[in-house]
Structures are given as structure tokens and as C-alpha cells.
């Protein structure tokens, strides 16, 4: 499959687009939030998010929330079919314009410890390794770890 640039729409998340991130999040096979919790977030807990098309089909999210110094990436998602083409740069990078901004100086996650092709991604953004999360994960499997990853922007 092959993304032009010119056929991407890049958009800030809205109460309009919450489906479609439950969308995103439920074919990434990501934890899917609930409507409600969603909204809260983007109404009164600092939530900011992204959503990036290609014509009419949503191919990629990134949803964080704002705390008093630092950024927290809760969300992060590219369809399976869509992935490897650069395109979950675009949205790290549409989240670091929002970090520089609004003057953060961390920006912070959780992954599993697992996730191979994610560590490596983030660590690709500049992110690194701050502790192993014991048990943080609860899954099918039984509890996994969790990873936190950091970068410090000046």
C-alpha cells in the first residue's frame, strides 16, 4: 500500500471524532475507552489528541494529556496496513509541536515491555528508558510489565 502525503489530513481530536478513535483503538487492538471517559478527557482532564485520515478512512491516532510540566501519551495508534510508512511520526511529531508550545519539558508513557516494535519506535523519537513496571500490565496472560519511557525537552 502506498500513502501519499498530499491525501493526508492531519485534525485535532474532537468530541465528533471519539468514535473513531474507539474505532482505531479497537482494530490496533488497543485498550478501547469508553465514550464517557473520552469526553471527560478532552473536556476537563487535559486531553489533547490527533487523528489522521487518508481521504475518508481514519488511519492513525495519538490521544495525551496535559499535566503542569509534562505530557503523558495515553494512546497511540497507526491501522496494521498503514504501519512502517512514517506515519506515526507525523502524529509524535504534531504531539511534540504541542509540547513546545505550551512550553512543556517531559514528555512520558507507559508501553509493555513486550512490545518490541514500539520501544523501538519511541526510542527512534528520542525517548528513553526510565524504569521497568512490574505487574503494570493486566492481561488474559496474567499480569505483564510495563516499560516508562521519557524524553526532556529544554
Known amino acids: 500500500m502506498v500513502c501519499k502525503k498530499e491525501d493526508l489530513k492531519l485534525v485535532t481530536l474532537g468530541f465528533n471524532k471519539i468514535s473513531s478513535v474507539q474505532k482505531l ?9 469508553e465514550k464517557e471517559s473520552l469526553i471527560h478527557l478532552l473536556k476537563e482532564g487535559g486531553g489533547i489528541g490527533f487523528i489522521l485520515s487518508e481521504g475518508f478512512t481514519v ?3 495519538i490521544l495525551a494529556r496535559s499535566l503542569q510540566s509534562e505530557l503523558e501519551i495515553l494512546s497511540f495508534g497507526v491501522l496494521s496496513s498503514y504501519r512502517r510508512m512514517g506515519l506515526g511520526s507525523i502524529l509524535f511529531k504534531e504531539i511534540e509541536k504541542f509540547i513546545i508550545i505550551n ?3 517531559q514528555l512520558i ?3 509493555n515491555n513486550h512490545n518490541d516494535k514500539a520501544k523501538n519506535f519511541y526510542k527512534s523519537m528520542g525517548l ?3 524504569k521497568v513496571l ?4 493486566k492481561t488474559d496472560n496474567g499480569p505483564e510489565d510495563g516499560l516508562l519511557m521519557s524524553k526532556f525537552y529544554f
Open 25 to 33: 483503538q479497537k482494530s490496533c487492538e488497543d485498550k478501547v475507552w
Open 134 to 137: 512490574s505487574g503494570y500490565y
Open 59 to 61: 488511519i492513525g491516532y
Open 103 to 105: 512550553k512543556k519539558s
Open 128 to 130: 528513553e528508558e526510565i
Open 109 to 111: 508513557l507507559e508501553v
